[in-house]
Nanobody, 128 residues
Framework: QLQACGGGSVQAGGSLRLSCAAS?????????????MGWFRQAPGKEREFVVV????????YYADSMQGRFTISRDNAKNTVFLQMNSLRPEDTAVYYC??????????????????WGQGTLVTVSS
C-alpha cells in the first residue's frame, strides 16, 4: 500500500513537498530498498504523465525533462518513504500526483521501469 500526502493549494512560484509512505508491499523477499519509487501526475482531462523515479538504493534518479531543475525526488528507506520536493510551481503543474512502486529496481531506473504498485493520489493546485 502506498499512501501519498502533502498536496494542497499554492500560488505560482511556491513550493510543496509530497510524501509517499509504503507499507505491505508484497513482492516476495523484497524490502522497501528494493523498490524503485516513482511519481506520476494526471491533470484534469489529460493522460497520466511521468514525473520522476528513484532507484531503491536512492543512488539513481530519472526525471522527465520538464521537471528537472524544479522537482527533486528523495527517499528515506529507514522510514519506507519517498519524497517529492516541488519548487517554482506553475499553474500547469496542477494535477493529482501519484506514487508508484517498482519491485526489483534497486539500482537502475529509467523510462522503462515497470511499476506494480500504485498509491492513491494527492491533489496539487497551483493558482496564478
Amino acid at each position: 500500500q502506498l499512501q501519498a500526502c502533502g498536496g494542497g493549494s499554492v500560488q505560482a512560484g511556491g513550493s510543496l513537498r509530497l510524501s509517499c509512505a509504503a507499507s505491505g508491499l508484497t513482492t516476495a523477499g523484497l524490502t522497501f530498498s528494493s523498490y524503485g519509487m516513482g511519481w506520476f501526475r494526471q491533470a484534469p482531462g489529460k493522460e497520466r504523465e511521468f514525473v520522476v523515479v528513484i532507484s531503491g538504493s536512492g543512488g539513481n534518479t530519472y526525471y522527465a525533462d520538464s521537471m528537472q531543475g524544479r522537482f527533486t525526488i528523495s527517499r528515506d528507506n529507514a522510514k519506507n518513504t519517498v519524497f517529492l520536493q516541488m519548487n517554482s510551481l506553475r499553474p500547469e503543474d496542477t494535477a493529482v500526483y501519484y506514487c508508484a512502486g517498482a519491485p526489483g529496481a534497486s539500482y537502475t531506473v529509467g523510462p522503462h521501469t515497470r511499476y506494480a504498485y500504485w498509491g492513491q493520489g494527492t491533489l496539487v493546485t497551483v493558482s496564478s
